[in-house]
Structure formats: C-alpha cells, structure tokens
C-alpha cells in the first residue's frame, strides 16, 4: 500500500522513507525543487515528486492515489531571520496538505506529524506530561506557537472534512540523516563542537530518531483515528545529558550552571548586540524564561500501550548520534 511522505528530505521524513522502503512498502516522496536529497535514497520503490505545501494543486497531485499520507514538512527553525514563516508555513501546509486530501479522496489515513512543543512543559520534572495536556504559555515563541496552532487546525480540519487523522508528538528528535541540522541535532553538534560553557537547569525529552519514524508507522497501522501519540524517549536533566554525552565522545562536559536571572541578562544582552550587528543572538530572552527551571518532561505511556512504541535507551540514541556526526561533519 503506497504512501506519500511530505517533507521527505527533512531528518524525520527521510529517515520514515528509509523504514517504509526497508518495510517493503513502496513511497513517494514530496520535496521541493531545492531541497537537498543526499539522504533519500536511489530506490526502485521510491518516486519523487516535486511541490510546495504553499502549491495546493501540487499537493493534489501528490496525494492523488496514496492511501496513506504522513504530513512532516513544516519549517522547523528557531531562528527570528524571518519572522512569520514557521507559523504561516505551519497553518497554510496543514490547510492546503487537508485540502489536497479531501479533494483527492482515497486516502485511508493521515499521520500528522506535531511536536511536544504543542504539549507544553512542566515546572515539576517529576510529573511527566502527557496527551491530555496542550501548551497554555501567554507568550510562546514562533515554532511553539506554530506547533500548537496548526495541530487543532489539524484535527479540526479532519474533522469538518470526515477524514482518518492521527497526530503524533515527537520530543527532542536525535539521530542520522540530518544535513541541517535541526535545532534538536545542533544540541549535541554545539557540544561536540566544544560550543557550551555553561548549562542550564532545564530537561528534556531525547529520542532516537529511528524510534519516532517506526512511530509514524505504528500510528498509521494501529492508532486511534483523531488521537494524538507522544513519541518521547528518556526524559534527562540538561546537565546529566552533557554527562552522558562526555562519556560517549570524551569531551568535557560544561562545569558552571547558569542561574536563571543570568541567562536572562546575558540574553537580553545576545538580543541588543544581534540587533546592532543585524544576526540571530545566541539565545532569546523569551526562550530563557520559558526553559529555564521549567522541563520538557513527557510520557509515552499511551504510544506504548496502543501502538507498541517502544524507544531504546537514551545511551544508545547518543551513540548513534555521535557516530553520525563524527562520519557526516557539518560546520
Ligand atoms: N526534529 C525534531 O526534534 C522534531 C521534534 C518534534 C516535531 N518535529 C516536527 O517534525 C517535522 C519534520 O521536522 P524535521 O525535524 O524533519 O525538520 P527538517 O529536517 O527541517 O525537515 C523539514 C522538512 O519540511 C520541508 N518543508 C519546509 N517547508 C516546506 C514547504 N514550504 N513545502 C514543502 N516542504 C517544506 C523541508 O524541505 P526542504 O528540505 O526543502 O527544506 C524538509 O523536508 C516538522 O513538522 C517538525 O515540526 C521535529
């Protein structure tokens, strides 16, 4: 049963190609003229074809006679160059990818892929966060937002137009096939790239990225049609994670821990001199006050009851990470 993977040259939508292709299914994979296709590979059931999620007729024709389509493009950036982007991309690609559905008709399921930033996070790290929860900050970021508004226009849309959704959640996705990287990889490139001094206390969610394609599957085989799955791994402390890190690679984890007011000023004073020198600062006054003392703290209980999702060990997504890195430098 063929399916259409949007976003496919993207670190998750190329590494679910991989598993689709490695489980016998044949795909066609969405990209846009410009996208890099060095992760996708040359396969007798793999058929590209080219669109935009801005392009509605394009993603009609890509949809046209797939009874299954995973939804992962999306601009997945915490970058301020272009403000509006991440969010318009986010709202207008869900609308115009259900659209394209609708129209089309045929297809039997959508896997949509959201993030656990539209979950939230916890001040308390020893309670987990779980589906039932959806982000309520007054002032998110852009990708925040953008995660949060365009999965209830997800589910909304399906809903109006009668068609089988289920959304997964992914939390801090780690792992190969990333030529980016993304925001998630860039933690353990900058460490490995001796970029961290200092660290903060927050924690997070790390998962293998293998893990969250095979829960794109599972979804697609076995979830609860308007349901949505958190795919998360271990949840970790910042400072363990650079722990563990230093071990894997032999770099020194950082030794001073950032009091939150600090992160702040410090910020505040990355933002000022951006604004001068006209580049992205180093961090964001918003992004310190909404992780700092706060975590990224999920469960995967119900993806592992349902759809027997069950992510491997934190150590083992490290390695693996390293590995990819080590063989695939980016600068
Ligand atoms: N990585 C994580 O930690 C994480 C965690 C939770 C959720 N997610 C979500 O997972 C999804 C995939 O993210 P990723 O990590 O794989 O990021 P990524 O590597 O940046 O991939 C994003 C993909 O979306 C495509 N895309 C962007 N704008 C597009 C447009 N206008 N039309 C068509 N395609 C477009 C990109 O194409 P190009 O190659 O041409 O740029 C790329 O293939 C996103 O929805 C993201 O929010 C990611």
């Not at 959704?165 to 900058?190: E, F, H, I, Q």
């Amino acid at each position: 049963m063929p399916a259409l993977v949007t976003g496919a040259s993207g670190h998750i939508g190329s590494n679910l190609v991989k598993q689709l292709l490695d489980q016998g299914e044949k795909v066609r994979a969405l990209i846009r003229k410009s996208s890099n296709t060095a992760c996708l590979p040359d396969h007798k059931n793999l058929e590209i074809v080219y669109g935009d999620v801005y392009d509605r007729p394009s993603l009609v024709a890509a949809v046209t006679g797939m009874p299954f389509v995973y939804h992962t493009a999306a601009v997945y950036s915490l970058s301020r160059k272009n403000p509006g982007q991440i969010l318009e991309t986010a709202m207008q690609g869900t609308r115009n990818i259900l659209e394209a559905v609708k129209v089309a008709g045929g297809v039997k399921r959508v896997v949509y892929t959201s993030s656990v930033a539209a979950v939230g996070m916890t001040d308390d790290p020893t309670r987990p966060l779980d589906e039932s929860n959806w982000t309520a900050d007054s002032d998110p970021d852009e990708y925040t937002r953008a995660k949060l508004e365009s999965e209830k226009l997800a589910h909304s849309l399906a809903r109006e137009f009668g068609i089988d959704l289920v959304a997964v959640n992914p939390a801090l996705v780690l792992g190969a096939l990333d030529l980016k990287p993304t925001p998630s990889n860039k933690v353990v490139l900058d460490f490995l790239q001796g970029k961290v001094p200092a660290y903060l206390e927050t924690g997070f969610s790390a998962v293998s990225v293998e893990d969250v394609a095979s829960g794109h599957i599972l979804a697609m085989q076995k979830g609860r049609s308007g349901e949505r799955y958190i795919l998360s791994g271990e949840n970790v402390k910042l400072v363990d994670f650079f722990e563990i890190l230093g071990k894997i690679s032999g770099k020194k984890p950082p030794g001073i821990k950032l009091p939150r007011p600090l992160a702040i000023g410090m910020a505040a004073m990355f933002e000022f001199a951006a604004g001068i020198t006209k580049s992205e600062p180093l961090a964001t006054v918003q992004a310190m006050k909404s992780i700092t003392n706060r975590y990224g703290f999920y469960s995967f209980a119900r993806a592992g009851k349902e759809l027997s999702y069950k992510p491997r060990p934190l150590d083992q997504t490290l390695r693996s990470t390293v590995e990819w890195f080590e063989k695939n430098p980016l600068t």
